[in-house]
């Protein structure tokens, strides 16, 4: 198992603008069906992510969703945990557990913006996944 | 890995009762810290099962939170996917993966009410300590 990198489990990115509202970022976790989002700004470059967890909290205050732009409530750099693609999967699983977190954006470097580029996107639902393989003596 | 069971990475359950508002159970959610809580009924018996999805879903909506009783957006019975303490963990992997669910309750036979007592919590986050501890060779 000590060999499996993020390359192998991962999944694709969605991100969304700096500038989208918190009501328009659930309406694409909903579409897209994802956990995590992540945020860019014009650069197209890592400035924020959404958890779920983000987006309810921001649910409980008085304000419209629709007019509260995610930058507001995104956890931004230097605060995010990034991997890139040749990452092991086991160093992700222990960060996913040590930082509370959900999932991480798979990232680049880049020479403008933040810096970072989202290539993917790695969860506890692909850790669980690899434990299926092993369980299923797919990998060794 | 294959004789691993519930019983061994299991979390406590966080249960509210199927009266209460939209608005206090994502409370509930945060300062518990808990991303999936289980609904009883009066005779404190698992009547449904609440995720951050569906707590998210129902902050799009109209209505005001505080008003809202879970009883209306819960996933309710026969839905709920349910474990119990002796299963083994790799089949609750493959059920998470399966289901597309971030968490099960473990439940016990009881002779009233719905006929399940929830007795513990098994989500993705607990699988993904297990990986933690099979790469260490903490279990083999």
Sequence with gaps: MKH???????????VVSHSTSVYDAI??????D?????????QTTLVGVLSRKDLLRASLGKQTLETIPVSIIMTRMPNITVCKKEDLIIDVANK????????????AEVDR???FEVVGRITKTNITAL???LANDEII
Excluded: H, W
């Design 4 to 14: 499996i990198t993020v390359n192998d489990y991962q999944s694709r990115p969605v």
């Design 27 to 32: 309406c694409t976790m909903f579409l897209e």
């Design 34 to 42: 994802v956990g995590t989002l992540f945020v860019v700004d014009a």
């Design 96 to 107: 996913l557990i040590d930082k509370q977190i959900d999932g991480l954006p798979i990232v």
């Design 113 to 115: 913006g933040s810096g």
């Design 131 to 133: 434990l299926v393989d």
